[in-house]
Every structure is written in structure tokens, then in C-alpha cells.
T-cell receptor, first 112, second 114 residues
Framework: DAGVIQSPRHEVTEMGQEVTLRCKPISGHNSLFWYRQTMMRGLELLIYFNNNVPIDDSGMPEDRFSAKMPNASFSTLKIQPSEPRDSAVYFC??????????FGQGTRLTVV | AQSVTQLDSQVPVFEEAPVELRCNYSSSVSVYLFWYVQYPNQGLQLLLKYLSGSTLVKGINGFEAEFNKSQTSFHLRKPSVHISDTAEYFCAVSRVQGAQKLVFGQGTRLTINP
């Protein structure tokens, strides 16, 4: 398996623009997580899905953030409109019950 | 709810010296425990995990960790570190039953000096 695949690896966008981050989890994993990592706040869980259903989105900072998982092999995290304080590395991870989560390489987002 | 405290934000050690990175957790239910490593500009990589059974768990790159239920700790150890072990290390916890989310500590930056 190629592991968790995220795209793009880097994204630079202007404030106010829409940003869409994509994730392909490992086949067979039933949980998917979106994390955000910054120097100030460390690793924050934004939202997680179980069997494609959002279970806990309490970490989503604002209504500008939304996430979807239309099927077991694809998820998106969207920010609309983006702001400079959204600049961070966004990680997607997937997990099978009772196992560790596997992380993608991350998307480094810069909003200017 | 579960929480994780990594007691040291930074740990500097000399090459070939032993190291221990400390992790304490809080939970009212049974948990799984994990250690992850993050090298610069990379994602997190699973080092080792405790699910059940033996409290001493061995992982990749010569690391091991010991689960201590009475002290609610899961400290990571390596008897002799190498320059290549320089990285950020994260301890994480999840419930055995119910919600599958992983809760992470704030991380410990391990710096190996020659």
C-alpha cells in the first residue's frame, strides 16, 4: 500500500481564496482524521470520520472550515475564505480499529 | 476525556548516551498508547504501540516503552542514541472502546549532540 496520500504538498494562496486539501486513506482503514500543526498550538485534531461519517468536529476552528468524506477512499478539507492565521501544516491520518494511525506527508498551507 | 502530558519539551543528549522521554496520560477508561516520531518536514511515523499484554513494548529503531498503569505513564527509552534520532517525539492515547480519535501530547524535541 502506498500509505496515506495527501495533495497538494504545498499550497500558497491569497487571503480570501478557497483552499481544498485532499486525502486518500489506506485501503481498509475505517477511521480518518484531519490534524493541523503549528508551532504555537502543536498538533490539533480538527475532525475525524468513522466509516465515512463525521463523528467529532469540535476541533474545527470556524465555519470557514468544512470537511467531507464522500466515500471510503477520499476526503477533503476546505477553507473558505482563507485567512493568514490558517497557515499551518495539515495532516490526514487513517486508522484501523485498535491499531495506530498512519499519517500522510502533510500539506503546508501558506495564506498571504 | 483523555489527555496526554509530555513532561519535557526539549531533551538534549550526547550521542551514544541513553535517553528517556516521559509521557503521562489521564483517562477514566482503558486506553491504547502510542509513540510517534516526526522528522523535519515529514509526517508522523508510528514508533511503537501498547494495546494489551506485556507492559514492555519494543518498537522500531531500537526504541522501547513501558506501560505503567498505576503511574499512568508510558515512557519511551533508548539505551544508546544516534545522531539520526534527532526528531520530535509524540505520545498519544486512544480509548479501547468507543471513540477512535487519537489525543496527542505537545511533543518532545530530542536533540543529539556529537
Amino acid at each position: 500500500d502506498a500509505g496515506v496520500i495527501q495533495s497538494p504538498r504545498h499550497e500558497v494562496t491569497e487571503m480570501g481564496q478557497e483552499v481544498t486539501l485532499r486525502c486518500k486513506p489506506i485501503s481498509g482503514h475505517n477511521s480518518l482524521f484531519w490534524y493541523r500543526q503549528t508551532m504555537m498550538r502543536g498538533l490539533e485534531l480538527l475532525i475525524y470520520f468513522n466509516n465515512n461519517v463525521p463523528i467529532d468536529d469540535s476541533g474545527m476552528p470556524e465555519d470557514r472550515f468544512s470537511a467531507k468524506m464522500p466515500n471510503a477512499s477520499f476526503s477533503t478539507l476546505k477553507i473558505q475564505p482563507s485567512e493568514p492565521r490558517d497557515s499551518a501544516v495539515y495532516f490526514c491520518a487513517s486508522r484501523q480499529q485498535a491499531q495506530g494511525a498512519f499519517f500522510g506527508q502533510g500539506t503546508r498551507l501558506t495564506v498571504v | 476525556a483523555q489527555s496526554v502530558t509530555q513532561l519535557d519539551s526539549q531533551v538534549p543528549v550526547f550521542e551514544e548516551a541513553p535517553v528517556e522521554l516521559r509521557c503521562n496520560y489521564s483517562s477514566s477508561v482503558s486506553v491504547y498508547l502510542f509513540w510517534y516520531v516526526q522528522y523535519p518536514n515529514q509526517g508522523l511515523q508510528l514508533l511503537l504501540k501498547y494495546l494489551s499484554g506485556s507492559t514492555l513494548v519494543k518498537g522500531i529503531n531500537g526504541f522501547e516503552a513501558e506501560f505503567n498503569k498505576s503511574q499512568t505513564s508510558f515512557h519511551l527509552r533508548k539505551p544508546s542514541v544516534h545522531i539520526s534520532d534527532t526528531a520530535e517525539y509524540f505520545c498519544a492515547v486512544s480509548r479501547v472502546q468507543g471513540a477512535q480519535k487519537l489525543v496527542f501530547g505537545q511533543g518532545t524535541r530530542l536533540t543529539i549532540n556529537p
